[in-house]
């Protein structure tokens, strides 16, 4: 069965340094997303992309966020100077274009971003 | 701003018990509504989800029912499993690809 994929699965970077957390979305899904869960809290929405732009993002997503899809496969998530309260668990999700099953968001496994 | 509300925080039943977790929302261009089980260390993954113009889904041992009127929705987990055991959250959308909102979660213990 076709899945969302996300590395590295762990990152510890020391805070105002820039991370990317890579995805790699299911192969024929056009809508992408990301999303982020601090520890024992809601998912919440960062930021979503089709057609190579930004859709939608939400006001977690500022000036220190970056989504890029730079290839046919691989869509990023680059945080450039990281804060503390950036650490969080961070998933992408996909979805197809097609309309079937409710245009269903599926979720990678995560990607767990510690700032120190 | 909180979209939607989902409550109890944690549940605890005992095999075969019927845990119900609840959660209530405020805008009504809300058209999809999913409920996500998530293990530790996993990611979100669909249960059941359903559209407001149905009051009622079941798959398997777990049925969403949806009050339009009441704006609320909720999911039982019939005879409920120790496999059960994980966090649920429920979510609402407005749009067929857009973003979902998520509630706070419930962490659901199932006993054996």
């Known amino acids: 069965e076709p899945e969302v994929t996300q590395t590295p699965s762990h990152q510890v970077t020391q805070m105002g340094q820039e991370v990317i957390l890579r995805c790699v979305p299911i192969?024929?899904?056009?809508?992408f997303y990301w999303y982020r869960q601090i520890l024992g809290q809601k998912v919440e929405f960062l930021v979503s992309f089709y057609n190579n732009e930004i859709s939608e993002k939400s006001e977690i997503f500022d000036d220190q966020f970056s989504v890029e899809r730079p290839d046919g496969s691989n869509f990023t998530l680059k945080i450039r100077s990281t804060k503390l309260e950036d650490s969080a668990m961070y998933f992408c999700?996909?979805?197809?274009?097609?309309?079937?099953?409710?245009?269903?968001?599926?979720f990678g496994p995560g990607t767990r971003l510690t700032v120190l | 701003q909180q979209q939607v509300k989902q409550s109890p925080q944690s549940l605890i039943v005992q095999k075969g018990g019927i845990p119900i977790i609840n959660c209530a929302y405020e805008?009504?261009?809300?058209?999809?509504f999913p409920w996500y089980q998530q293990f530790p260390g996993k990611g979100p993954a669909l249960l059941i989800a359903i559209r407001p113009d149905v009051s009622e889904k079941k798959e398997g041992r777990f049925t969403i029912s949806f009050n339009k009127s009441a704006k609320q929705f909720s999911l039982h987990i019939m005879d409920s499993q120790p496999g059960d055991s994980a966090t649920y959250f429920c979510?609402?959308?407005?749009?067929?690809?857009?973003?979902?909102?998520f509630g706070a979660g419930t962490q659901v213990v199932v006993t054996p």
């Open positions: 805008n009504t261009a809300f058209d999809y």
């Open positions: 192969s024929n899904h056009l809508y």
């Open positions: 979510a609402a959308r407005t749009d067929s690809w857009g973003k979902l909102q």
């Open positions: 999700a996909s979805s197809d274009q097609w309309g079937g099953n409710y245009n269903e968001q599926f």
